[in-house]
Structures are given as C-alpha cells and as structure tokens.
T-cell receptor, first 117, second 113 residues
Framework: GNSVTQMEGPVTLSEEAFLTINCTYT??????LFWYVQYPGEGLQLLLK?????DKGSNKGFEATYRKETTSFHLEKGSVQVSDSAVYFC????????????????FGKGTKLSVKP | IAGITQAPTSQILAAGRRMTLRCTQD?????MYWYRQDLGLGLRLIHY???????GKGEVPDGYSVSRANTDDFPLTLASAVPSQTSVYFC????????????FGPGTRLTVL
C-alpha cells in the first residue's frame, strides 16, 4: 500500500544552519505531497505542498521539490531559526486507499527539529 | 469561531466508559477526518466523512464510531474506552478532499486508565 518514510529524528541544529529532512514515498498513481509542521502544544499546520512531478512548494523559507524519478519530497531550508523548532511531517494524499475517501493523508512518523541559539 | 475547534482539550477517562470527542468547523468544508497521533507512529486515520450524511472507515477504526449529521460537526465516540486508546486525537477538515489542504484542530489529549 501507499506509505511515507521520513528520516528519524531528533535533529538538532544551530541557528542559521542548513536543514534537510528526507522524505520518500511509495504510491500508486500520482499523489499530492505535503509537509506539515506541528509546533509544541499545537495542531498541525500546512507548511507547503506540491501536486505534480517537478513542482516546488515553498513557504517561510522552506522548500521541497516533488521528484517522481526518486519518489522523494525532501524538505530544505537554507538558514534555520530557533522559531523553526517543531515536528515536521511529510504526507501524501491517498485517493484510493480507503474505498471512497477523498484524499485522506498518509503521514510519515514525523521528525523533531530543535534549533539552538 | 474561526477555523476548526475540538473539545475537550484533555480528558482522563476510566476504562469501560463512553466518551465523545467533539469537532466543529465553520469553514463550510465538505470533508472531515479524525486522526490519532501516537509517539513513533505519526498520525493514523480513524474515520472520515466526504460530505454530510456519509462516513467511512480509515486505517484504525476499531473501537470508534462517528456521525456526520450536518456540515459543521463530526463527533468521535469511544463506546467503551480501553487503555490502548490513550492518544492525542486530531480532527481535520478540507474543502473537498483530493489535493485540498487539510486544516487541523488543536487536538484532544485522552488518557484511558
């Protein structure tokens, strides 16, 4: 079935360091891909998304490119800040998995990022 | 109300008790979802609803039921809670599913003793 695999955390970086969180997926068809962020004590928020191959999603300095050839959607940011400390989830929309669900999300297990000043 | 709300924020429940988690959205979204979040497992879909009056089972539906009597509300019921249902529960909604962005509520932390 469809699945998402993202790098294990936690990831600890110093402020202004470069961030990469790897995400690969297995899917039939052409899913949309998402990165969600969860700040401490809060629900998930959409960070960025891409709906087709070679699309680049970007927001708040984060970006990720939908790579169909490598089935990847790695999250990157050139210079992280303390305020970026959160848990990041990669996800794909699964149109077919649950017999009629219109686009429920399949999530990776999450990667906790801690940024030190 | 702006967005999606959940109640209660947290709850401690004795095993065997019945519990309903509430979820309300004011965005007139057609699709709604319930997920549970467990450490090391990410989020898993419990039940979903494509539109008012319809519901469906997700990845982990056992022990849970839902209803969708109207567009705004999507309650999740645990008929007889068990300790393995200790988790953080998130409700989400989307305009119409598919590639639409899902908007999440703040979550309910449930502990079953």
């Amino acid at each position: 079935g469809n699945s998402v695999t993202q790098m294990e955390g936690p990831v600890t970086l110093s402020e202004e360091a470069f961030l990469t969180i790897n995400c690969t997926y297995t899917a039939t068809g052409y899913p949309s891909l998402f990165w969600y962020v969860q700040y401490p004590g809060e629900g998930l928020q959409l960070l960025l998304k891409a709906t087709k191959a070679d699309d680049k999603g970007s927001n708040k300095g984060f970006e990720a490119t939908y790579r169909k050839e490598t089935t990847s959607f790695h999250l990157e940011k050139g210079s992280v800040q303390v305020s970026d400390s959160a848990v990041y989830f990669c996800a794909l929309s699964d149109h077919l998995n649950y017999g009629g669900s219109q686009g429920n999300l399949i999530f990776g297990k999450g990667t906790k990022l801690s940024v030190k000043p | 109300i702006a967005g999606i709300t959940q109640a209660p924020t947290s709850q401690i429940l004795a095993a065997g008790r019945r519990m309903t988690l509430r979820c309300t959205q004011d965005m007139r979204h057609n699709a709604m979802y319930w997920y549970r979040q467990d450490l090391g497992l990410g989020l898993r879909l419990i039940h979903y609803s494509n539109t008012a009056g319809t519901t469906g089972k997700g990845e982990v539906p056992d022990g849970y039921s839902v209803s969708r009597a109207n567009t705004d509300d999507f309650p999740l019921t645990l008929a007889s809670a068990v300790p393995s249902q200790t988790s953080v529960y998130f409700c989400a909604s989307a305009l119409a599913g598919g590639t639409d962005t899902q908007y999440f509520g703040p979550g309910t932390r449930l502990t079953v003793l």
